[in-house]
């Protein structure tokens, strides 16, 4: 029951975990088979959907089938070869208050129908409830996870730990740490249904992150109930390898269509927007016209096309190191998604850390949330911890950046550089030329072409959030090195005054001269002369 990680980005992984009735790849979506009542059955769910995994209730089983079940094993009573992961009533005693079974019984249960992935019944959070029952349910998962190696009799079963808290992180903290430390398979998050039912995604990042962080990296995490597409990219970004849904059949039922940015009823849509077998065949009116089993087993059908669809389009992202950018995108379908992207923010520092350091493509930059993402971070925090301006160097020459990359080698820069070396001579090794760049702020000529401060696209006009992030990030430049002088060749018309005013108020501050050349074309021949004369005198002088 290894995990292998083959490809990441932010924190989402591509592995893969290796059970006793196979291998699956993560980030994986396990639909929810109620056996109860199957709008897809899990054969379907094989042969139409190539569906390596699902999740069912051995609460309900055990309940509704005990000895069928344990005389089939869950794979033959399901009629399913695939991994077969199964909850253990945790989500009932969300819904009911307890539910008719005790946590030795339901291990045991688990055992005898041969499931793959287990789990222990553990004591949910819940959602708005006081920091009391929050911590008995925290303390009360993890007594009974800490009893499991005495009850469990087989070890080819990969067994699930749920982390509690819910809300009050300083309690997902502490379950996450502690019950890292005891040696299940893959571990959870629990509770997150009703923090996912009213959209309150920003809350969902806090708990996500807070439970990453406190668990260990070298296992797989279960969000429980993720539900909709629209925000699996959220999830897969903050580091869930699994995640479970039942969402497909409940939409179904209620006659809910879902998209990869949202949910329609079927009844207001006048044209599919889809090209899965079922809507390539049929459309809205057509399937509101069918019996209402015949349409929920339509719409459940559509429904997983898109799960799995946009799953596959997630993992395609992640390949080619572009989940952030396909993040920003889902975000923008809703407003409570886009909120949860800017708390991304809070943890920028963390993602960095997780993030890979190159990729097989370029940024693209299409505003001032990309400020966060763990690219423009690295560059920001390494420029200051990691970089020191060139010995000799007494002069910082600015130059703003131009549509061509590396901007060194543009003919812009190009000009600048040769009259440098010209008119300086011997002396040219104490100009320092930096670029000032958005997203990432100081670019040393230097470090130019290392990745990815040649390798991106930016969306222009900048944002006022850009401006002002790449005019701080200077004036800390000039504020923590030693330069004698400072000479900025200004572009007013993409960045306003705030690039000179931040340069000027630190080199009021440190006393250090601080030069300005403008022009309405400020690399035209008589601008760069003045500009390079400019440079001649603060090195002469």
């Known amino acids: 029951m290894s995990f292998e990680i083959r490809d990441r980005d932010l924190l989402a992984r591509i592995g893969r975990f290796e059970t006793k009735s196979g291998v699956i790849e993560t980030p994986l979506l396990l639909p929810v088979i109620n056996p109860t009542v199957q709008p897809v059955s899990p054969k379907t769910l094989q042969k139409e959907f190539n569906c390596r995994a699902l999740i069912t209730n051995a609460y309900i089983i055990k309940k509704n089938f005990k000895d069928v079940a344990v005389e089939k094993g869950i794979h033959g009573f399901l009629d399913f070869s695939g991994v077969i992961m199964t909850d253990s009533g945790a989500y009932q005693i969300l819904v009911y208050g307890d539910v008719d079974t005790n946590p030795e019984e339901i291990v045991r249960y688990q055992e005898e129908i041969d499931t793959d992935i287990a789990t222990i ?47 009050h992180l300083d309690l997902v903290a502490r379950s996450a740490r502690e019950m890292g430390k005891l040696p299940f398979q893959i571990y959870a998050l629990g509770s997150p249904t009703p923090v996912m039912k009213q959209y309150l995604f920003d809350i969902l990042v806090d708990m996500i992150i807070t439970a990453k962080m406190n668990l260990p990296q070298d296992r797989p995490l279960h969000l429980f109930g993720a539900g909709h597409p629209f925000m699996f990219a959220l999830a897969v970004a903050l580091g869930c390898d699994f995640f479970d849904s039942a969402a497909y059949a409940i939409y179904a039922r209620e006659d809910r269509y879902m998209t990869e940015y949202g949910t329609t009823k079927l009844g207001e849509l006048k044209y599919f927007p889809c090209s899965c077998p079922v809507c390539i065949k049929n459309d809205p009116d057509g399937v509101m016209a069918v019996p209402k089993v015949e349409r929920q087993e339509m719409l459940a059908r559509h429904n997983l096309h898109v799960s799995f669809s946009e799953l596959r389009r997630i993992k395609q992202a992640i390949m080619e190191g572009r989940l952030w950018e396909h993040l920003e995108l889902r975000a923008h379908g809703h407003p409570t998604l886009l909120q949860a992207l800017k708390k991304l923010g809070k943890y920028s520092e963390y993602l960095e850390k997780q993030s890979p350091v190159t990729k097989k493509s370029g940024l693209f930059f299409f505003s001032s949330l990309g ?39 543009s003919k812009e820069h190009q000009k600048v550089l040769k009259e440098i070396r010209q008119r300086i001579g011997e002396e040219v090794d ?12 100081i670019i040393p000529m230097e470090l130019d072409e290392v990745y990815p401060l040649s390798q991106h696209e930016i969306a222009t006009p900048l944002d006022a959030e850009t401006i002002t992030y790449v005019a701080k990030q200077v004036a800390n430049y000039i504020e923590t090195t030693s330069y004698e002088k400072i000479i900025l060749l200004q572009d007013a018309e993409t960045w306003k005054e705030k690039i000179v005013a931040a340069c000027r108020r630190v080199c009021k501050k440190k006393k250090t001269p601080f030069t300005v050349l403008r022009g ?17 005198n603060a090195v002469e002088r």
């Open 430 to 441: 104490e100009v320092h030329v930096c670029t000032y760049a958005a997203p990432f702020g």
């Open 520 to 536: 309405r074309k400020h690399w035209d021949k008589s601008a760069l002369d003045d500009f390079v004369t400019a440079i001649q």
């Open 371 to 409: 400020l966060a993402r763990p690219e423009v971070v690295r560059h920001r925090i390494r420029i200051f911890e990691r970089y020191s301006p060139p010995r000799k160097a007494k002069v910082l020459v600015l130059l703003p950046q131009t549509r061509t990359k590396p901007f060194h080698k």
């Open 121 to 167: 019944l553990d004591v949910p959070t819940g959602w708005r409830v006081s920091k009391r029952y929050a911590t008995h349910t925290v303390n009360e998962t993890l007594s009974r996870a800490r009893k499991l190696a005495e009850v469990k009799t087989r070890d080819d079963t990969a067994w699930v730990g749920p982390v509690q808290g819910g809300q």
